[in-house]
């Protein structure tokens, strides 16, 4: 292969990782000071083609695959958010425009770009909408990437990650009358009082309540020590939980026991009182 393909090729797997692809690292952190989040306004859904960029059936970054939806309608999804900051500022993303850490925007593994989501912190309840247009992040139970504008405004940047429930938003959506209905609130505020949400981590699923059980054991036996159980469903799937887990820090520090213990970290699950 020349030297122009190979360059084209990393070219190409850079664009497809994006500007998010790591966490917020030390050389990465907010940028001026925004007096009035709750001033910026929501990015507006519209009606727009796919992007030429990021959008292949898969791509791999750090050795693992990633599927890219076919379509964003109805998708609704609750996890962990995190933000990316003046380290990617002005670089390009994986749609191919410029990343702007002051604008509403956001980075999804999977989702089409772009796609509009309306992004709910689970703990103080605040709204935002955001347009995905990167990929990222790519680390163990995060699901979106938020930009330092749009994590402002929804109130994490103190924690850096939040607890968030994300769905799908069109035109039709931001009408004034579906917004008055619920929707995506007032410009982002907290429209009830603060809650405590509990987490677990989602490890395994099986046929047999044996095979789960077994598992269970293997858990005990590698020193996870953190409540596993065995949830039924229907008799027919048994799933292995890792939980409660009371807060983000508990989530981080179970993750990092698994990871440590050679396990799949699985996934998070999130649940409001």
């Not at 959008?55 to 791999?60: A, I, Q, R």
């Not at 931001?174 to 609130?185: Q, S």
Request: glycine residues 8%.
């Amino acid at each position: 292969m020349s030297l122009a393909r190979l360059l084209g090729v990393a070219a190409v797997l850079a664009l497809l990782a994006g500007c998010s692809s790591l966490p917020p690292a030390p050389s990465d952190g907010p940028g001026g000071v925004i007096e009035d989040p709750a001033s910026i306004p929501d990015a507006v859904p519209r009606d727009a083609p796919r992007s030429r960029y990021g959008n292949p059936p898969s791509y791999e970054v750090f050795g693992q695959t990633y599927h890219v939806m076919d379509s964003a309608d109805g998708h609704v999804e609750r996890g962990i958010a995190s933000w990316y900051g003046s380290k990617f500022h002005g670089r390009r993303t994986s749609s191919g425009e410029t990343y702007d850490m002051y604008a509403m925007t956001a980075a999804h593994k999977h989702l089409p770009l772009p796609t509009w989501v309306e992004v709910r912190h689970l703990e103080n309840n605040r709204r935002i909408v955001v347009k995905v247009n990167d990929r990222g992040p790519f680390v163990d139970n995060r699901i979106i990437d938020l930009s330092y504008a749009a994590a402002a405004r929804l109130g994490m940047m103190e924690a850096g990650i939040a607890p968030v429930e994300i769905r799908t938003v069109t035109p039709a959506d931001m009408a004034p009358e579906v917004r008055e209905a619920g929707l995506a609130g007032p410009s982002g505020e907290a429209r009830s009082a603060a809650t405590n949400v509990q987490y677990w981590l989602q490890l395994a699923a099986f046929g047999e309540s044996t095979n789960a059980q077994r598992f269970v054991q293997r858990l005990s036996a590698a020193g996870i020590d953190y409540p596993a159980r065995v949830e039924a469903e229907d008799d027919r799937l048994y799933r292995v939980r890792l939980g409660p887990l009371h807060n983000l820090e508990a989530v981080d520090a179970a993750t990092g026991a698994l990871e440590a213990a050679q396990f799949d970290t699985g996934h998070v699950i999130i649940s409001e009182p």
